[in-house]
């Protein structure tokens, strides 16, 4: 059975275990045929690994409340506190303030100025993690999506301001249509000769 964690607070192997998990491996690469003991030797493992994971999720609850018991106790527990606190920082522990607290408190202890140092670092890591987070979240995915689409504005991009309308010219004046259209004949009437009539009209020859 794999051990929760090992000098680095990572999961340790026993040799037997890490000749499976090379077959597996090797398996995962090169496919071929399985014979049954190796997939039960697998299945074993897997069984091993997932039992090792929850005991480790145990023993890191339990070192964390001896932290806390170790810090509400100082500064009479001091080496005791000093050591755990090392040990749950090598197995990914981030310091909070309290911890913080607690070592300026002991920045007389070589050992305890020397792991204030290094909780530092971690916190400022923490505190930039945090904040490049927030940065990437300031624009919901809504708005994000809208500024994506054909015709969205963007902060590149200047607002189209209405362009000025051409003046309004009044309508033209059409003649109109009720009114009958004159003739040539009543625009020019046919001019009168001047004169006497003339003697003998040819309707009266006629008649005598």
């Known amino acids: 059975m794999p051990t929760p964690y090992g000098s680095h607070g990572g999961m340790a192997f026993g040799a037997e275990e890490l000749r499976v998990l090379r077959r597996a491996l090797a398996l995962a690469l090169h496919p071929s045929p399985v014979s049954a003991e190796d997939v039960q030797d697998c299945l074993r493992l897997a069984e091993s690994v997932d039992e090792a994971l929850h005991e480790g999720a145990r023993l890191r609850a339990f070192l964390l409340a001896d932290l806390a018991r170790y810090r509400a106790a100082l500064p009479g527990t001091a080496g005791g506190y000093l050591?755990?606190?090392e040990e749950v920082l090598a197995a990914g522990y981030r310091p909070n303030p309290d911890d913080l607290a607690a070592l300026r408190a002991l920045?007389?202890?070589?050992?305890?100025?020397?792991?204030?140092?290094?909780?530092?670092?971690?916190a400022e890591q923490d505190v930039r993690t945090r904040l490049a987070g927030r940065s990437v979240a300031a624009v919901p995915a809504s708005r994000t999506r809208l500024l994506a689409l054909p015709g969205g504005r963007s902060a590149d991009r200047p607002e189209?301001?209405?362009?000025?309308k051409p003046p309004s010219r009044p309508?033209?004046?059409?003649?109109?249509t009720d009114r009958p259209i004159p003739t040539p004949g009543e625009v020019f009437p046919p001019r009168r000769k001047s004169g006497p009539p003339p003697a003998n009209p040819p309707q009266q020859l006629a008649a005598g």
């Open 107 to 122: 920045r007389g202890n070589p050992a305890a100025a020397a792991l204030l140092d290094r909780c530092r670092v971690l």
């Open 160 to 164: 189209k301001t209405a362009e000025p």
């Open 171 to 176: 309508p033209s004046r059409t003649p109109r």
């Open 83 to 85: 050591v755990l606190l």
